[in-house]
């Protein structure tokens, strides 16, 4: 049994237009799953609902969200707190407010093990060291007592990440990671992601519009438009031969990198009537 | 890997504590001694009157009298010495008046703001109603119905002036609540209040110190006002209000009853606008 399982979850603006149309999809533990699609599609309004963080703007309408057999939806605030807290992280997108600027870094990571889970200082003390040591971060003691604005935007993403592991989470949802980085400095935090993942087991959810980053770090994925999963393959397919026409342009409008002289290919605008077309049916079908 | 390692040049700024710091600091340190001690230092009884010695000139012009440095007022009263009593109700009206408003403001501007939804609604109408009303007609008439007095002041400003923190803080704490960092903490399962008081509150600080700083100055002034119009304490004690109302009446025989009351004002309130700005950069660790 798969460790998330979202079935037919509906969310839209409180009396608004629908954000999310019946998503579902599934990650396996130990899996990554790429949830990829254009700005607006609401692949990070995924990530937030399982974790409880939908703004208050927007409602949930239906649907579950399954985190090991355990509709989180069904459950009283509280509980679901609890669980989400014991079992899941988030990797958030923009590392530069993902860190609070009046708190030390140690604290950071150390206050949640201590007041929520229960653990001794000096043990998440020396889980916070091993953990910065783990991605890389050189003196982990002077980066510990440092403030957030004290480092680089690289290094307090590698900060979030050691904290997202902080807990040994069984799942972790990545908001696009690396957006906000150097493109130098992507490439290293997506490695020291997949190096992470690989070791803890941990599942992950991995919110991106760059399907570069999905070939490298994902095994499956999931690709939405407007609100609705328009396809749902292993990656390997999904390159070799995307099924949806979707997929098919989207693909074809990444970027090459060895032929400048190419030029940008946009999605074309009968693919885009095409799905939306399959929206709209859906919306007409009365299934909100 | 050359992102890793560095603590960059961004820990080494270390900003002077400032001039006006250090001024405005000496000022109210200065003013507050004068006030605590007032019985032991000022030179003379400051109700103590001598129609003998009525509108003496300060000390360095012809005709002034040894001992009563800024001169005397036209019952012969030191004005030295009811500046220096008079510090006593400016202070004590700045600190207790000051604390209640910022106290009550900043509460409900925080759980506005950080809350939102119904909280917010229901504090968010309140202050645009309690706005609508003119403030020096509001406060003259609160004193009507409560009585000339101290606590009467104290609660007519505190009336008053709360919308001030509760605006500006909640506008903070709702650009705060935005943040990545607080999206973690509730992902690890902080809960409302909890996030609210850890991750809100520290960042919102520094401007609740500035917001303070300038209501203590404000408060300053609204004692005055008040006393300038004799709705303060009763006569007999001095204000600085009450000085400068007093001086207005003989401005071209003994200007110095007017004006040695009036810089004092001046240079108290100017002082407790610059102190919040001086803290604010010394301390806001964003700015830091």
């Known amino acids: ?83 989400i807290g014991a079992s899941c992280a988030l990797i958030p997108q923009d590392p530069l407010t993902a860190l609070n600027p009046s708190h030390r870094i140690g604290p950071q990571i150390t206050d949640r093990l201590v007041d929520i889970l229960g653990w001794s200082r000096s043990t998440a003390e020396s889980r916070a060291r091993d953990l910065l040591a783990e991605v890389q971060i050189p003196e982990p003691d002077r980066v510990l007592r440092a403030y957030p604005h004290e480092l680089s935007g690289g290094m307090r993403q590698r900060i979030l ?64 438009y407007s609100g609705m999963v328009v396809e749902d393959s292993a990656v390997t397919d999904f390159f070799a031969a995307p099924r949806h026409p979707y997929s098919r342009a989207l693909l074809a409008a990444t970027p090459k990198y060895t032929d400048p002289a190419a030029g940008l290919t946009p999605v074309p605008d009968e693919v885009i009537a095409a799905v939306r077309a399959e929206v709209a049916a859906f919306d007409a079908g009365g299934i909100a | 890997m050359p992102d890793a390692g560095q603590i960059d040049g961004r820990s080494l700024i270390r900003r002077r504590a400032g001039l006006r710091l250090w001024l405005s600091a000496g000022w109210l340190t200065l003013l507050a001694t004068a006030a605590l001690l007032a019985p032991w230092i000022a030179p003379k009884d400051p109700l103590a009157q001598d129609l003998f010695l009525g509108r003496l000139p300060p000390f360095w012009m012809a005709g002034a009298e040894p001992g009563y440095w800024l001169g005397t007022d036209s019952l012969g009263r030191d004005v030295l ?29 925080l759980l506005a703001g950080f809350l939102r939804g119904w909280v917010d609604m229901i504090i968010s109408r309140l202050i ?35 919308t001030r923190f509760a605006r500006v803080v909640r506008a903070e704490a709702m650009a705060q609540g935005a943040m990545d960092y607080v999206a973690s903490a509730r992902v690890a399962g902080r809960g409302r209040i909890g996030t609210m008081i850890r991750e809100i509150l520290p960042n919102v600080l520094p401007t609740i110190v500035v917001l303070l700083t300038l209501e203590m100055g404000i408060a300053v002034i609204v004692e005055a006002i008040l006393s300038f119009v004799n709705l303060s304490i009763s006569t007999d004690d001095p204000t600085w209000g009450g000085m400068i109302a007093e001086g207005r009446t003989s401005i071209h025989q003994a200007w110095w009853v007017l004006v040695f009351p009036l810089i004092t004002l001046f240079l108290t309130v100017l002082s407790f606008s610059q102190l919040g700005e001086g803290l604010k950069d010394r301390f806001d660790p964003v700015l830091r």
């Open chain 1, 1 to 83: 049994m798969s460790f998330l399982s979202i079935r037919n979850l509906s969310v839209r603006l409180k009396k608004g237009p629908p954000l999310l149309r019946r998503v579902s999809l599934d990650v396996q533990a130990g899996e990554v799953r790429g949830l990829v699609g254009e700005s607006g599609a609401g692949k990070s309004m995924i990530g937030k609902a399982v974790l409880g963080i939908l703004p208050p703007s927007v409602e949930i309408t239906g649907g579950e969200i399954l985190l090991d057999g355990t509709d989180l939806l069904r459950l009283p605030p509280k509980d679901r707190r609890r669980r």
């Open chain 1, 161 to 224: 990440i050691a904290s997202a592991f902080a807990a040994e989470p069984r799942l972790i949802v990545a908001d696009e990671p690396t957006t906000a980085l150097d493109v130098t400095v992507q490439k290293q935090i997506l490695k020291l992601i997949a190096g992470m993942q690989a070791r803890h087991g941990t599942a992950l959810l991995f919110v991106t519009h760059d399907l570069g980053v999905v070939s490298k770090v994902c095994q499956n994925l999931s690709v939405l």
């Open chain 2, 81 to 109: 010495s009811r500046i220096i009593h008079g510090a006593r109700v400016a202070l004590m009206v700045a600190l207790i008046a000051g604390t209640i408003t910022c106290v009550i403001g900043a509460t409900l501007g």
């Open chain 2, 128 to 162: 645009d109603i309690w706005m609508a009303f003119p403030p020096v007609l509001f406060s003259i008439l609160l004193i009507a119905v409560l009585g000339p007095g101290l606590t009467s002041i104290i609660i007519a400003i505190v009336v008053i002036d709360w």
